[in-house]
């Protein structure tokens, strides 16, 4: 089956090119045509993931272009991790175009929508196969046009037009030093596959110094996608999308795949104590500063779309603490509890046609399946023992502490308080109590909504299960087989970490529920309106954006119009203005009519015989 893995993107492609052309004519039918492609691209994924499990890496690679003697391969790879991410994306994938077909019933442009899920799936699977960094590249960028499109979707919105173009523009700043980084990779090694560069890098015939730059680099590139500080501003304001796109790009997707990238290349960024110091910093501090924001905002969507900033520093932090299985492992469960939050998080707003918490309260009765559900979904996610979420975020707690950062697993336990709090938060201002604004006609989802959330919820209790001491470190030995580079397997800490952990999630449940739910006390438990007002608007990040970048750069902008303008266009203007003159003077001497020649050459004798009499003969 690994030979022929390369058959598993065509599936979503084949879905894209068939209802553009086809689109119109099916209608509504359009879900079936994605669903039954991602179906298929699920099996052949689950069938390779299972081939892996006792056969070797399989590579396979044609000539692409040969200039000079440098040759561009194309093909595709299948080792433990993008098999793992295979089966992840496609079963992500399916599941949400399951639940699109209730979700955008009655959408104008619903064939549309499933063109754009067929090519963002595609461009994923694409991108997680690929053997070098060029082709990479390639996919790289054709998830972020996808996302563009995706984000975008309700154009005749003003706030989705801005979004998609924000997401747009700051992952580009990213894919800039992605982009370098794969550049200078190429300069020293000459190649771009991972084969080679790593082991150039082993072999300390890549400078020191170039190792770390490179990796930064390319770190700045995963910071863009997976919407790390300082560029993670595009991802809450992705949330404009439909809600379904908002399950797939922050579930398992485009976010996962700045992670992704930092993992694949994991042996050039472990070669580097400055690099993986510097993806540990930027993860650490990404999620205690994203959970903090999560704490007081007030729309659903957003809520989940901090979190999900958080949980990605949360990867990011333990693969910078040299947790390679650890950040593999929360990508996994992430994955899984995140897609259930927001489906579930799509169907109350389906229900209730708000996005606004404050306006809901009492769900718990009247959404019967959706509620347990999310319940689920906050469970795992806050870490509470035996969900997903507490084994992989135990196992990044322990990546921290033995990787010697123990300021940043301060953070992380931190962050883990907070995560807790607002989820909770979140669950009782949506699901207990009594509704805070009358909303008729609340009814649970069909059953084309529900049935992929329980798959999820599922997912989201038994998947943390593969890589634990209690039931066996499965997941983490097989991922670092036969790598020495990636590091060890399932990492073993002190016990203390683990109470730690736990006591810190359900404190901050308890004080969710002392707070929102049983209301014994005051809301405003942040006293100063200073302090509520700077987590509100998101540390006024957005707005320093907005006068110290935006504005310069518009500046700038109005400068070079000015020069180009009254400069360059006034002088070209000038010269051509001269130009047209004189050719309009010459045109008119050349009239075609004998009298004005003969009159101009008698005028022009009896000048040159008026000077001949007056010199008399002679000029000097």
Do not use: C
Not at 238 to 260: C, D, F, K, R
Not at 571 to 591: A, P
């Amino acid at each position: 089956m690994m030979e022929n893995a390369w058959i598993i993107p065509l599936f979503p492609l084949l879905s894209f090119l068939f209802l553009l052309l086809f689109g119109k004519r099916l209608k509504e039918s359009s879900a079936y045509v994605g669903m039954i492609t991602t179906l298929a691209s699920l099996v052949y994924s689950l069938l390779v993931l299972f081939e892996r499990f006792s056969s070797p890496t399989f590579k396979a690679e044609a000539v692409w272009l040969t200039i000079g003697d440098v040759q561009l391969t194309a093909g595709f790879e299948v080792n433990q991790l993008n098999a793992l991410m295979l089966f992840i994306v496609s079963l992500v994938s399916f599941l949400v175009h399951t639940y699109s077909k209730g979700y955008m019933h009655g959408d104008e442009r619903f064939p549309v929508f499933y063109a754009y899920l067929g090519l963002f799936t595609f461009a994923m699977l694409g991108l997680v196969l690929s053997p070098n960094l060029l082709q990479t590249y390639f996919f790289w960028e054709l998830v972020g046009v996808g996302s563009f499109l995706l984000i975008g979707f309700y154009f005749y919105k003003e706030e989705a037009k801005a979004a998609a173009k924000k997401a747009f523009i700051m992952t580009r700043i990213g894919d800039v030093g992605l982009l370098i980084g794969m550049i200078l990779l190429f300069w020293q090694v000459g190649s771009f596959e991972y084969d080679q560069i790593f082991a150039a890098v082993a072999a300390g015939e890549v400078a020191q110094g170039i190792v770390t730059l490179t990796a930064i680099l390319i770190f700045i590139g995963a910071v863009g996608k997976s919407g790390q500080f300082p560029l993670h501003t595009w991802l809450p304001d992705a949330m404009e999308g439909p809600t379904p796109v908002s399950a797939l790009i922050h579930a398992a997707t485009m976010v996962a795949a700045g992670v992704y990238l930092v993992a694949s290349l994991f042996p050039l960024f472990h070669a580097s104590e400055t690099a993986l110091m510097t993806v540990a910093v930027i993860g650490g501090f990404t999620a205690i500063f994203a959970a903090s924001i999560g704490l007081v905002q007030k729309d659903i969507k957003r809520v989940l779309a901090y979190s999900t900033v958080s949980q990605l520093g949360y990867m990011m932090l333990a693969l910078g603490s040299a947790g390679y299985v650890a950040g593999v492992f929360h990508l996994m469960t992430h994955a899984f509890f995140k897609a259930l939050l927001f489906l579930a998080a799509g169907s109350v707003i389906h229900a209730v046609h708000t996005q606004d918490i404050e306006e809901m309260g009492g769900l718990w009765k009247k959404l019967r399946v959706t509620g347990p559900l999310f319940l689920i979904g906050t469970l795992a996610i806050s870490g509470v023992p035996l969900f997903s979420g507490f084994f992989s975020k135990d196992e990044i707690l322990v990546a921290a502490w033995e990787g010697g950062h123990p300021i940043l697993f301060l953070l992380a336990v931190v962050a883990a308080f907070f995560t807790a709090f607002y989820m909770f938060r979140l669950f009782f201002m949506v699901f207990t109590g009594q509704p805070r604004k009358e909303i008729k006609n609340v009814h649970e989802s069909p059953s084309l909504m529900t049935l992929p959330m329980i798959v999820l919820g599922v997912l989201a209790v038994v998947a943390g299960y593969v890589n634990t001491p209690w039931f066996g470190t499965f997941l983490g030995d097989w991922l670092v087989e036969g790598n020495e580079a990636l590091g060890h397997g399932h990492m073993e800490g002190p016990a203390w970490i683990m109470l730690v952990a736990t006591l810190v999630s359900l404190a901050g449940i308890f004080l969710a529920y002392l707070i929102y739910g049983k209301r014994s006390i005051s809301r405003d438990w942040l006293g100063a309106p200073t302090l509520y007002n700077i987590l509100y608007n998101k540390y006024y990040i957005d707005e320093f954006y907005k006068v110290s970048i935006v504005y310069i750069t518009k500046g700038i902008s109005l400068f070079l119009q000015f020069i180009e303008t009254f400069l360059v266009e006034g002088l070209v203007k000038l010269v051509t203005g001269i130009v047209q003159s004189l050719g309009r003077l010459g045109s008119k001497l050349q009239s075609g009519q004998v009298q004005t020649y003969s009159a101009v050459a008698f005028v022009g004798l009896a000048i040159l015989v008026v000077i001949y009499a007056v010199t008399g003969g002679y000029l000097k």
